[in-house]
Antibody
Framework: QITLKESGPTLVKPTQTLTLTCTFS??????????VGWIRQPPGKALEWLAL???????RYSPSLKSRLTITKDTSKNQVVLTMTNMDPVDTATYYC??????????WGQGILVTVSS | QSALTQPASVSGSPGQSITISCTGT?????????VSWYQQHPGKAPKLMIY???NRPSGVPDRFSGSKSGNTASLTISGLQAEDEADYYC??????????FGGGTQLTVL
């Protein structure tokens, strides 16, 4: 059974850096072809892909947010970390992580609501 | 890159069939057989319903089916049930990015 859980601060101030951790079980990020991605969803709005990291450490970022994002992995700990710099109130959203198999995400973590406010 | 285009809302009565469209370009939907669909109930995480345009994961009812024609992918739900009421999102691989999502469609079961 594959499970994922997002953790990190639920409240950050504008201009601060957000660090989120995705801790997973049931699969390994050392398996060829596997990736883990981050996706966010502002309240009442659509899903937005943020970043992906693959088993071979290949990293991909949303073109619109690339300058603010960094994704890393710790295979031994079964964790993927996403950092987003210069947080703004418009970054208020539920942040999800999910494993990437080929071209789809399945299953998704429960998500973590991050609010950006002073 | 702009999100894939989905209707904001669709509705249907129990037992009926509905189709949700997802329109992109030849650089995404039309260029690859890498379209997936996700169902999201309020307050819940998205759930994979279709991958690779037409494939259903284990456990997803066969009432759900996917197809593609040109630059438009479609999700069809036949024999609509009350529990199908949710938001649905399409996603595709693109030439410039591994992931793009649609704007989402709210399905109402009347």
């Amino acid at each position: 059974q594959i499970t994922l859980k997002e953790s990190g601060p639920t409240l950050v101030k504008p201009t601060q850096t957000l660090t989120l951790t995705c801790t997973f079980s049931g699969f390994s990020l050392s398996t060829s072809g596997v990736g883990v991605g981050w996706i966010r969803q502002p309240p009442g709005k659509a899903l937005e892909w943020l970043a992906l990291i693959y088993w071979d450490d290949d990293k991909r970022y949303s073109p619109s947010l690339k300058s603010r994002l960094t994704i890393t992995k710790d295979t031994s700990k079964n964790q993927v970390v996403l950092t987003m710099t210069n947080m703004d109130p418009v970054d208020t959203a539920t942040y999800y992580c999910a494993p990437r198999w080929g071209s789809w995400f399945d299953p998704w973590g429960q998500g973590i609501l991050v609010t950006v406010s002073s | 890159q702009s999100a894939l285009t989905q209707p904001a809302s669709v509705s249907g009565s129990p037992g009926q069939s509905i189709t949700i469209s997802c329109t992109g370009t030849s650089s995404d939907v039309g260029g690859y057989n890498y379209v997936s669909w996700y169902q999201q109930h309020p307050g819940k995480a998205p759930k994979l319903m279709i991958y690779g345009v037409t494939n259903r994961p284990s456990g997803v009812p066969d009432r759900f089916s996917g197809s593609k024609s040109g630059n438009t992918a479609s999700l069809t739900i036949s024999g609509l049930q009350a529990e199908d009421e949710a938001d649905y999102y399409c996603s595709s691989y693109t030439t410039t990015s591994p992931v793009i999502f649609g704007g989402g469609t709210q399905l109402t079961v009347l």
